[in-house]
């Protein structure tokens, strides 16, 4: 946390329909990168943020389809200093609606 007590990001936020903004952002200790929504009224919407479990795990660009669903690529660190990047979807209430890893060590 920085001294605002805020969650820094890593990317630019990411301007989606209805005027929701996703941010890429550092995780809680011992975790990963989280993605995070936010309401026009500055409050986090329901179901998010959503949190990469490994620890130095990171979000690296998310995107919304016209469907609504966000598609965002994960790395992950993985045995013998090697990473899996994945390809996640998430509805907008911050269901996971599929993962499909490309590259696995």
């Not at 005027?19 to 026009?40: F, K």
């Not at 919304?64 to 907008?92: H, M």
């Amino acid at each position: 946390m920085n001294d605002t007590g805020c969650q820094p990001w890593y990317e630019p936020p990411v301007a989606a329909p209805r005027g929701l903004i996703y941010t890429l952002e550092t995780g809680p200790e011992g975790m990963g990168g989280r993605i995070n929504v936010v309401n026009l009224d500055a409050t986090t919407r329901s179901g998010w943020p959503v949190t990469l479990q490994r620890e130095g795990a990171s979000w690296d660009s998310v995107t919304i389809g016209e469907n609504r669903i966000a598609y965002a690529v994960a790395i992950e660190p993985e045995p013998n200093n090697k990473s899996s990047i994945s390809i996640l979807a998430f509805a907008p209430n911050g269901t996971r609606q599929w993962i499909t890893t490309l590259v696995e060590p």
